[in-house]
């Protein structure tokens, strides 16, 4: 299925893929990246990280209290943050790892729900990118072709996700 991927992989495909990737690209980003190669062309903008994650937090907190929680106050979520900057240790890695496990066997566990195994979302794909081959090849305006292609594509991203996470996972279990 791969081979066949790329043995029908066009030059217009890759040009394709260019188009979406460089729409995606934020000024932000740009900014970023030729700040390191030459500062003088970016267009800096002076905002403390500092007055962002200030400002942030209190979004946080302002949205939760809308929601009806209360209790809610900068600093827990200046602690939840933090939490999130340090890197587990593998005792805390095993603990989390252990957790799922025990909860699986509670007896009030709801059903488990549907799954959809690799083969399935791999069979998915190429059906999709068969689809996508019929309206492509076919389309009499570039543009059509493209917005095509993008919006499906787009669409089974999080599928695409889901594969990817559960390709990795069987890896790391073999």
Known sequence: MIREFWRNYSIMDAVDNIAVAWEELRPATMNSVWKKIWPECVQFQS???TDNIVQLQ?????????????EVVEADVDQLLRS???????EELMQLE???AGEEESEDAPPALRQLTTGELSAAFSHFEAGLQVLTS????????????RAINDAINCYRDLYKEKKRRSKQLS
């Open 58 to 70: 209190q979004n946080i907190v302002t949205l939760a209290k809308n929601v009806a929680f209360e």
């Open 138 to 149: 076919n389309s009499p305006d570039d543009e059509w072709k493209l917005q095509v292609s």
């Open 47 to 49: 905002v403390s990280q």
């Open 84 to 90: 999130h900057e340090e890197d587990l240790s593998n």
């Open 98 to 100: 252990q957790e799922p």
